[in-house]
């Protein structure tokens, strides 16, 4: 999993209130106060098997199920109970060397794995940074370019073109102008998302593979600027990160 892992609960301990998304996940919004339910832990079980064959280990499934477990044996919650409105999505995005698996819970990313393909030690391929922000784009294409967003880009733009100055008129540039305009805005729909600022992204930067020092900087770019110091779900930093994953799987010759 690249994204940092969720946080199980104990279930030898009684919440003083029920285990809320936002304990066990990085997620904001009205799913943040709401209490992790039986149902919505089934959904996550019954979509994973479907993805994968069985539930991913400590996975996303798990730490739900622990949680609404806890919450029902408190009797906070019933074993009918779903507070999800949107449900469960697991998406599928194909890059060279496997697949990024992206799960969402009401329409937030809370868990991202590598599935690497069959062939991948064999491949000559791999994914450069172009690809890595297209498939940021792809997941999370809808949010909003923020200012941790448009730091881990410039971070990026860098790492693919080696010149630490902003390309006028490049992604970099185009992502801290639309984080700027963003700042002033309210409504969600006035917005610049990311699908705006990232698309064109392979074609356009050099083909620089993605490796492990890349990932970190992009990383530390988008800690630093983000006012909770950490990453967003499916986000550049975690594109990255599931990038150099992958490319370290892939026998580049």
């Known amino acids: 999993m690249s994204q940092e892992e969720p946080r199980r609960p104990r279930e030898g301990q009684e919440p003083r209130g029920p285990i809320k998304y936002d304990e066990v996940f990085n997620v904001s919004g009205g799913l943040a106060s709401k209490a992790v339910a039986p149902q919505d832990a089934a959904m996550m079980r019954s979509a994973e098997t479907a993805a994968f064959g069985s539930t991913q280990p400590g996975g996303q499934a798990e730490v739900m199920r622990s949680a609404a477990r806890i919450n029902e044996r408190a009797g906070l919650v019933s074993r009918g109970d779903a507070t999800a409105d949107q449900g469960v999505t697991i998406i599928g995005t194909e890059v060279p060397g496997g697949r990024i698996i992206t799960e969402s819970l009401d329409g937030q990313v809370v ?143």
Not at 226 to 241: D, I, K, N, Y
């Open 111 to 253: 868990g991202q794995y590598v599935q690497v393909a069959a062939e991948a030690t064999t491949q000559q391929g791999a994914i450069t940074v172009g690809q890595a922000l297209e498939a940021t784009m792809q997941t999370i294409g809808d949010k909003p370019v923020e200012l941790s967003d448009a730091a881990a880009i410039r971070e990026a733009e860098m790492r693919a073109t080696g010149s630490n100055i902003v390309i006028q008129g490049g992604y970099a540039a185009s992502a801290q102008s639309a984080a700027a305009y963003n700042t002033g805005m309210i409504g969600h729909a006035d917005k610049i998302k990311l699908r705006d600022v990232l698309a064109g992204a392979s074609a356009a930067l050099p083909a620089k593979v993605v490796t492990r020092q890349d990932a970190e900087a992009v990383v530390n770019a988008e800690r630093r600027n983000s006012p909770q110091l950490t990453t967003h779900p499916g986000g550049v930093a975690e594109s990255m990160e599931t990038a150099a994953t992958l490319n370290e799987n892939v026998n580049i010759k």
